[in-house]
């Protein structure tokens, strides 16, 4: 039988997992569901925030924690920027030939090829670890053990969740953001500065992905590509959960996280990708709307 | 009497200079004009045209952007690699079971994916390639994984002609099927599907037979040009920039139309190919201004040229789309201020 050791090895895995495709998820439903936009870039809003921590830490000797806290305002205003920058122009664009949403999951890959590149021309394309002391120590508990970077992962990943959960529904702006999500031109009407709500939802977005990044960046090593994987399962998951439904994603990320978890552990990597994959297939078949249809926003 | 293909009467001129243009590429190797540098540069943009043309096939004719188009190029190389190396079998076959493997894949695909809207469509297919991706590296045993796979080296001439084969094969199916009842449903499709269903349109067997005949060809197309590179990694088979590839030639051509793949190929490939030698990642970054550019620029492509009456007003209205947002041409602007 399985030791009760390697059964919290695989859970503590399933939760790190988890919960950093949680916050992704969110990040990317936060922008969809407000604005309807898909940010493919926001993979690479994660690299860059890893790699932020990794250049700080290398470079400065920052710990990983306070650069965490440095780098969330300048990924909100990098969000702000871009979302003035760049996605207002798609938004306000009258397509003759497609329609926005299309438009800019077709604009944010150009972004990826754009950021990825850069990012492999800066740092090369192998790994980097950020191994901070306080961080890669090791808690012994009965049986098993985590290591603290992990347990910080959870913890402020469990901790922006819950911080976001207020945010949107105990705030005056998360009432005027679900208010933009459920009709945009109602939420005018009302009053409701939608473009203001726009600029402040990305620079949130921009700065859960850092987080993200920070989060990866202590518990593997990272290169350029890491964004990309990281979005590749958020985009499954919000798909999967619905696009825009955010309790939905959150658990489908979990689900998803204790999964291939349990299937690393059991049969190994290739496994874990086909078995991802064939869920993947049946839920899409089965609930094309996404699984879980009742959840609230 | 009712006809199964209904020709548009422009066609004729793509006709004329469709049977130039294949009557140089037949010519080109006996001419003494090129050597095998320049001919495996044909080769490699004839490739591209086919990658081009069976993305535009569904995608520019359908609406459904497909992000992950690359995963039936890497079955197909990798189906038909793998038949050549591991069985033995000939390059002709293997590339013909290539193909049909690339095919049997589109089809629960299509079949899965057939329920959702043209966002989730796109992002699950990109999904689903790097998937691919993944499976096959991890799947060293097999597949050589990140390792590579080397491939028999085959015979220039073998190469091009077949290429100029598939080519022949990949537009004149393009011209049949667009030109048909089913192209026809497919455009009802990106017009307005659920008005298309209502009028008796089967969008469900629309979409999924052109999908699975895009895969056969985009497999195909990887399946003929893996040997010439004689070296296949799940990298380079299942590679996001391939995809991006793809749907940059068809939208700087022009969605939806024949010989918008045709252009975008002749651009992109020499580009994509001598680029991403020397500079991989300059390349990259080339494609991803690209896209970018193309979005918010020209997304109906460049034949978009030929609407306009002159090539000064075709810039305008690209210069007005980025200043107003409006992507009507000038002649449109002037007849909604006429009032027309």
């Known amino acids: ?297 | 009497m009712t006809r199964k293909i209904r020709p548009k009467s422009k066609d004729k001129y793509g006709l004329a200079i469709g049977i130039v243009g294949i009557a140089a590429l037949l010519a080109y190797p006996y001419s003494g004009l090129g050597n095998d540098f320049t001919i495996g540069v044909v080769l490699t943009t004839m490739a591209y045209i086919i990658l081009g043309s069976s993305w535009n096939l569904f995608c520019g004719y359908s609406g459904y952007i497909s992000f992950g188009h690359v995963a039936f190029f890497g079955v197909g190389a990798y189906t038909s690699g793998l038949l050549m190396v591991e069985e033995g079998l000939g390059f002709l076959p293997a590339v013909v079971a290539g193909g049909i493997l690339a095919a049997a894949v589109a089809l629960p695909l299509a079949a899965v994916t057939i329920r959702l809207e043209g966002v989730s469509f796109a992002i699950i297919l990109l999904v689903f390639a790097e998937f691919l991706r993944q499976i096959t590296r991890t799947a060293k045993d097999t597949t050589g994984g990140a390792n590579g796979l080397s491939l028999p080296p085959v015979s220039l001439e073998l190469l091009y002609m077949s290429m100029i084969g598939l080519l022949i094969v990949t537009m004149g199916t393009t011209y049949l099927v667009t030109r048909s009842k089913v192209g026809f449903a497919l455009q009802a499709i990106r017009d307005d599907e659920s008005a298309a269903r209502s009028i008796g349109v089967n969008t469900r067997w629309t979409k999924i037979t052109v999908f699975v005949l895009s895969g056969f060809f985009t497999g195909l197309a990887g399946a003929l040009i893996a040997p010439y590179w004689t070296f296949l990694t799940p990298s380079i088979g299942f590679s996001v920039q391939t995809s991006a590839e793809m749907m940059i030639m068809a939208m700087l051509g022009g969605l939806g139309t024949i010989f918008g793949p045709i252009i975008g190929a002749i651009v992109v490939s020499p580009v994509s190919n001598e680029l991403s030698a020397q500079y991989p990642y300059i390349s990259g970054i080339l494609f991803g201004l690209l896209l970018v550019f193309i979005v918010y620029v020209a997304p109906e492509g460049v034949l978009r040229i030929f609407q306009e009456r002159s090539i000064t007003r075709y810039i305008s209205g690209r210069y007005n789309a980025i200043r107003n947002g409006s992507d009507k041409s000038q002649s449109e602007e002037e007849r909604d201020m006429r009032g027309d």
């Open chain 1, 1 to 297: 039988m399985v030791d009760i050791g390697s059964l919290a090895q695989v859970l503590i895995g399933g939760l790190l997992s988890g919960s950093i495709w949680a916050l992704v998820a969110l990040g990317l439903n936060l922008i969809y569901g407000v604005m309807r936009i898909i940010n493919i870039a926001h993979g690479e809003l994660l690299m860059l925030g890893g790699f932020g921590i990794y250049a700080l830490w290398t470079a400065y000797g920052v710990h990983p924690v306070l650069g965490m806290v440095l780098l969330i305002p300048l990924f909100f205003i990098l969000g702000l920027t871009i979302q003035y920058s760049l996605i207002k122009r798609l938004l306000e664009r009258d397509f003759r030939i497609g329609n926005t949403e299309m438009m800019s999951l077709i604009m944010t890959f150009g972004l990826v090829l754009i950021l990825q590149n850069v990012a492999r021309l800066i740092w090369s394309t192998r790994p980097k670890v950020v191994d901070a002391p306080p961080l890669s120590d090791v808690l012994r508990l009965s049986g098993t053990y985590i290591t603290y970077s992990q347990l910080l992962a959870i913890c402020t990943a469990v901790f922006c969740m819950v911080l976001l959960y207020l945010l949107m529904t105990r705030t005056e702006f998360g009432r005027a953001m679900r208010a933009t999500v459920q009709n945009k031109r109602m939420a005018e009407v009302n009053g409701i500065n939608t473009q203001r709500i726009y600029l402040i939802t990305f620079g949130i977005s921009a700065t859960l992905a850092s987080i993200a990044g920070v989060m990866v960046s202590v518990t593997q090593p990272i290169t350029p590509f890491v964004g990309f994987d990281f979005v590749i399962m958020g985009f499954l998951i919000i798909v999967v959960g619905g696009l825009g439904r955010f309790t939905s994603a959150v658990i489908v990320a979990f689900v998803l996280g204790m999964i291939g978890s349990i299937s690393l552990f059991a049969w190994g990597t290739a496994v874990r990708e086909i078995l991802v994959l064939l869920i993947m297939g049946v839920a899409l078949y089965v609930y094309p709307e996404g699984v879980l249809s009742e959840s609230r926003v």
